[in-house]
């Protein structure tokens, strides 16, 4: 006589044996997934500090040719109380719901960390607050390390770290006279 089905011990193993691979397999799933979240929320973070990076970089870069002009102070970068103010010339374009419609020279910028983020405050050239633009967020501290070389250079070191753990830093060599 030949059986046509399976009997209830075969039918509860097939049924233990499939669970088993659907709770690894969900198990596998979870793991990958907040692994690949992990991934992209420090490499998406690393991305927006290098952005940050070169902002401040550009801003280094578009001196003002006015300040170099008087010998009176030459300053371009200050470190004081962890935060870098730079000496620029930044054209900040007001948005529409700001108030102002023309462009406002700030040739002076501050660049602080507040709540975690990164902060950038321009200023007019009667030093008033024009406006303050958000560089950076989940941002733990940033570390300036100024690095005195030969030759009347010195190397300005900026430090990003995350509140992950995670770090993005940038060098500049500058003359002696351009930092404060």
Same mark, same amino acid.
């Given at each position: 006589?030949?059986? &046509?089905?399976?009997?209830?011990?075969?039918?509860?193993?097939?049924l233990?044996?499939?669970?088993?691979?659907?709770?690894?397999g969900?198990?596998w799933?979870?793991?990958?997934? @907040?692994?690949?979240?992990e991934?992209g929320t420090?490499?998406?973070?690393?991305v927006?500090?290098e952005?940050a990076?070169?902002?401040?970089?550009?801003?280094?870069?578009?001196?003002?040719?006015s300040?170099?002009?008087?010998?009176?102070e030459?300053? @371009?970068?200050?470190?004081?109380?962890g935060?870098?103010?730079?000496?620029t010339?930044?054209?900040?374009?007001? #948005?529409?719901?700001?108030?102002?419609?023309?462009?406002?020279?700030?040739?002076?910028?501050?660049?602080?960390?507040?709540?975690?983020r990164?902060?950038?405050? #321009? #200023?007019?050239?009667? !030093?008033?607050?024009?406006?303050?633009?958000?560089?950076?967020?989940?941002?733990?501290?940033m570390?300036?390390?100024?690095?005195?070389?030969?030759? &009347?250079?010195?190397?300005?070191?900026v430090?990003?770290?995350?509140?992950?753990?995670? !770090?993005?830093?940038?060098s500049?060599?500058? @003359?002696?006279?351009e930092? &404060?």
């Amino acid at each position: 006589m030949t059986r &046509r089905g399976m009997t209830m011990v075969e039918l509860l193993l097939a049924l233990a044996l499939l669970s088993a691979l659907m709770v690894a397999g969900v198990s596998w799933t979870t793991m990958s997934t @907040r692994t690949l979240a992990e991934y992209g929320t420090s490499s998406t973070w690393s991305v927006a500090a290098e952005q940050a990076l070169g902002w401040i970089d550009e801003a280094l870069v578009t001196e003002d040719s006015s300040t170099t002009r008087s010998r009176r102070e030459r300053w @371009r970068i200050s470190t004081e109380d962890g935060s870098l103010t730079l000496r620029t010339r930044h054209i900040h374009t007001p #948005f529409v719901g700001e108030g102002a419609q023309h462009p406002v020279l700030c040739p002076l910028v501050n660049i602080v960390v507040r709540d975690d983020r990164l902060h950038a405050t #321009f #200023f007019d050239v009667e !030093s008033r607050v024009v406006a303050e633009r958000l560089l950076l967020g989940g941002l733990r501290s940033m570390d300036i390390v100024t690095t005195e070389l030969e030759q &009347r250079s010195v190397l300005v070191t900026v430090r990003l770290v995350s509140v992950r753990g995670a !770090s993005v830093a940038r060098s500049w060599q500058l @003359r002696r006279e351009e930092i &404060r």
